[in-house]
């Protein structure tokens, strides 16, 4: 049975901060000239997490309310944020943020729709976004071409717990398009990577909920692969993670 999406990362939260990816610069270059986002217009981000989503927004001067329902995670964003004015960190879910109603001009989702029910999350963000108001949903998706990449997600595959059920690329783009239907729902692409170091690679693999922690039974195991596959790979050093960046964007008309 996968564990509660609100809990299970609790165990991973200084990994997470350190080796997740963040979001390209683009991406809110993107939604300020297609959407007339500009800074004066107010954020939620829902499943903040640690606020790796929520700072580049902070930093470019938005306001923002961080959803998080997980304790650990979110006391650890206002560890790293509460410097930002615009910081609003909030105890909620997707589908029961406690926002007010129109409070917010546009609803993103880094790395988190794919825990969402999205029946109610649809309905939660209709009613807390301004009429005119955008949703941002956003992926950093590993590429799996090059050979590294290809034996990298087989360790992944072999010694994860639930990979194949939690992993976002169950998502595909129909269940998106009757997100936002009967919205048009619009996709761009953008370019990301990480360099790593082993320390860095294997802070990466677990900061993922579904691979075994440090303490648990399989990380040596998982360890040792690891280590093999990184000195195998190496180049001075270091391994290269390559990501797409997916964005996917619109507005949410009521249904009938």
Not at 86 to 93: I, N
Not at 135 to 140: M, Q, T
Request: aromatic residues 12%.
């Amino acid at each position: 049975m996968p564990q509660d999406s609100t809990t299970r990362f609790s165990n991973r939260v200084e990994d997470y901060v350190k080796y997740r990816p963040g979001y390209p610069p683009e991406v809110i270059l993107f939604l300020q000239a297609q959407y007339n986002l500009d800074t004066g217009k107010i954020i939620a981000d829902i499943g903040s997490g640690t606020g790796l989503s929520t700072a580049p927004f902070l930093e470019a001067g938005y306001r923002t309310y961080a959803v998080e329902p997980n304790a650990a995670m979110r006391e650890k964003s206002v560890s790293l944020l509460q410097q930002y004015p615009g910081f609003k960190p909030v105890d909620g879910t997707a589908e029961h943020t406690g926002l007010p109603d129109q409070s917010v001009d546009a609803v993103i989702a880094g790395q988190a729709f794919h825990w969402f029910d999205r029946q109610a999350a649809r309905t939660e963000f209709c009613r807390i976004l301004q009429p005119t108001g955008i949703v941002a949903l956003i992926w950093n998706e590993r590429r799996i071409l090059n050979q590294f990449e290809k034996e990298y997600d087989r360790l992944i595959q072999k010694h994860a717990k639930d990979y194949v059920q939690v992993s976002q690329r169950n998502i595909n783009l129909q269940a998106i398009r009757d997100f936002f239907s009967p919205g048009t729902c619009y996709y761009d692409l953008f370019v990301n990577k990480q360099v790593f170091d082993f320390e860095g690679l294997e802070g990466r693999l677990l900061s993922s909920s579904y691979m075994p922690g440090r303490e648990t039974e399989g990380y040596e195991a998982m360890h040792k692969e690891l280590r093999l596959l990184f000195d195998r790979y190496q180049e001075a050093g270091t391994v290269t993670l390559n990501y797409d960046t997916k964005l996917y964007t619109g507005k949410l008309p009521a249904r009938r």
